[in-house]
Nanobody
Framework: QVQLTESGGGLVHPGASLRLSCAVSGPSYETTATGWFRQGPGKEREFVAVLARGTGNTYYHDSVKGRFTISKDYTTNTIYLQMNNVKPDDAGVYFC??????????????????WGQGTQVTVSS
């Protein structure tokens, strides 16, 4: 069984940077892609970024392109989300998610099979 554990959330000032981590444990072959979703106050959970395990391709929500980078440390099986130039709209609970589906990773949370507990990102000056 795959388990995902996020860390690295906290308070960040607008324009600053923050790095989130997602430790992935369990059989790596059970996930074809791992990514990040977020849920702001009163908002639905939305796709942020995803990294496909086989190709290494990355996909981003338009709102974070050029500011966020998803990466993976294959030695520790940890997924990172480097958040630069953070904006107030980036605030929310960030969830790490893994999918078993093959093909281009989806942006719909319903296509993801494994979820972490979430880590809070607060953006405030």
């Amino acid at each position: 069984q795959v388990q995902l554990t996020e860390s690295g959330g906290g308070l960040v000032h607008p324009g600053a940077s923050l790095r989130l981590s997602c430790a992935v444990s369990g059989p790596s072959y059970e996930t074809t892609a791992t990514g990040w979703f977020r849920q702001g106050p009163g908002k639905e959970r939305e796709f942020v970024a995803v990294l496909a395990r086989g190709t290494g391709n990355t996909y981003y929500h338009d709102s974070v392109k050029g500011r966020f980078t998803i990466s993976k440390d294959y030695t520790t099986n940890t997924i990172y989300l480097q958040m630069n130039n953070v904006k107030p709209d980036d605030a929310g609970v960030y969830f790490c998610a893994g999918t078993k589906h093959w093909g281009i990773p989806g942006r719909d949370s319903r296509s993801y099979d494994y979820w972490g507990q979430g880590t809070q990102v607060t953006v405030s000056s």
